[in-house]
């Protein structure tokens, strides 16, 4: 059983080096696992799509859901070559993988300068005192998108 993690874990890793090799972007990978058989690869793609959101974890948990035909990875693992930054754990969340695995610490991606503390920081603070403003508008006009889920008949609950 632990061998066939490390195996999982050995692709993860392989990921990470060889699209960072190819240009892709940064040298992360992760593969989404579903009874012992590996449903998704993903990878860094930053450099590549010009997205600052395509790491390893959201591509691996996109295609993971795209292969199976749903938003949720019920009974997946997911295994990243490190730790998870803020954006992915909150993708994680969202997709329910029952747990992750992961290799290199936030410690050592912060020593090759891919450092996410700020963003840890950030959450922390008061929205006012934040290093990217915020400000609320038309509060009232959006709640009606809200009304209308409400009442909204045949609604999908996730
Ligand atoms: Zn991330």
Redo the contacts with the bound molecule.
Sequence with gaps: MTKQKEEFMREAIRLSIEKMEAGFGGPFGAVVVRNGEIIARGYNNVLATNDPTA????DAIRKACQALGTYQLTDCDLYTSCE??P??LGAIYWARPRKVYYANTKADAARIDFDDQFIYEELEKDMSKRSIPMEQLLREEALEGFKAWEIKVNRTQY
């Design positions: 790491h390893a974890e959201v998870p930054c954006m992915c």
